[in-house]
Structures are given as structure tokens and as C-alpha cells.
């Protein structure tokens, strides 16, 4: 079940909760604004490859925020650290930002429990937008779960900001000269690296 707003204020005041620099004002029917925060990141990358660490770019917006620009990917990050070891939690965009044709989240938001940290943003607009360092940009849900809390113990643990994909400490270790029998094959075939 989701938690209401007063239930997340409860939460947070005994401890089950972590929102830095909570504000009260902030809490919302089922969820908790946050803001965004001055790191933005971007990949030039022409072909990412899953396997191998992308090049991303990083700026810090000043009080004159940062023009956002259809067809770039950005990567931004929340101002809170957030989570909770005794909920999960989800993220939304604010319907304000929503309108204006701002995506915050694409397909990662889920935070499990455990996981407290800054959250990073996957924004993409319809057409330029102006953002600000601060802006109140979404918004945090709190669920309760069934049965033992496992504690996220993931590869994005200890962020402190919006952070680059890490998928390529997945990739599978380089092969050396694995020797591979193809199947109407009499020899042998090496299928190394290279």
C-alpha cells in the first residue's frame, strides 16, 4: 500500500523515513516533492555500447538554469537523498513539469529498499525548456512490502549526484581463446577477442 502524506511525515519524523533537508511544505496527498539538483550530465557518445563505460559530459547550472533541447538524453539528479530500509519507493514528475513537456523517468523508477541516496533523473523535453537548479520537479511515492526487507546493496550505492550508467561492470569477462566445437565441425575453432 502507498503511504499518505501524513504517513510520510510520520515516517520521516521517527527515522523510517530519509529525505535530507525535508521540508514539510513539500508533502503532498500520497508522495513528497523534490527538487532538482545543479548536475546535469549527457552522453556525445555516436553508439553507446552497453558494455563499455559511456563518455558523459557534466555542467553545474548557476542561477540562470540550463536550456534543455528535444532529441538529447540528459541525466539530472534530485537535491534530496532519499529511500527508506523499511519502504520501497517510486518516482514521478511533477504534473507542472509534466505539462510543460519535461520526462523525468523513463523506465527506472523504482528505488528499492535500502537504497538511500540522491536519485538520478533520466529527462528528456518536447521542446526547449529552461530548467533551474532547485525547481521542484517531482515527486517520491512510499510502499510498504510483504515480507523480510532485503537492503539494496547495488552498483549505484554511495552516489551523491546524478550518475552515469554502469551497466558495463556487467559486461562479461573477455574471453581468451575459448575453443568452441561448431556442430558438423572435425577441428576446433578459437573465438578469442580481437
Not at 139 to 165: C, D, I, N, T
Request: aromatic content about 10%; overall charge negative.
Amino acid at each position: 500500500m502507498i503511504l499518505s502524506g501524513p504517513q510520510i511525515l510520520s515516517e520521516v519524523r521517527n527515522g523510517r523515513v530519509h529525505i535530507d533537508d525535508f521540508d514539510p511544505e513539500r508533502i503532498e496527498p500520497n508522495s513528497y516533492g523534490f527538487r532538482l539538483a545543479p548536475d546535469i550530465l549527457w552522453y556525445d557518445d555516436k553508439v553507446i555500447d552497453c558494455f563499455e563505460p559511456p563518455t558523459a559530459h557534466h555542467t553545474t547550472m548557476g542561477d540562470e538554469g540550463m536550456l534543455l533541447e528535444p532529441g538529447r538524453f540528459y541525466l539530472g539528479g534530485t537535491m534530496e537523498a532519499m529511500g527508506s530500509p523499511h519502504y520501497a519507493a517510486t518516482l514521478y514528475a511533477c504534473r507542472s513539469a509534466s505539462t510543460l513537456g519535461i520526462w523525468i523517468q523513463f523506465s527506472a523508477p523504482l528505488g528499492h529498499s535500502g537504497a538511500v541516496f540522491p536519485w538520478t533523473l533520466e529527462m528528456q523535453v518536447a521542446h526547449p525548456v529552461r530548467v533551474y537548479p532547485g525547481m521542484v520537479i517531482g515527486k517520491l511515492a512510499f510502499w510498504s512490502m510483504q515480507g523480510e526487507p532485503v537492503g539494496y546493496r547495488g552498483k549505484y550505492s554511495g552516489s551523491r549526484s546524478a550518475v552515469a550508467s554502469r551497466l558495463a561492470q556487467e559486461a562479461p569477462p573477455a574471453e581468451k581463446d575459448v575453443e568452441l566445437l561448431a556442430p558438423d565441425a572435425p577441428a576446433l575453432v578459437s573465438a578469442g577477442k580481437g
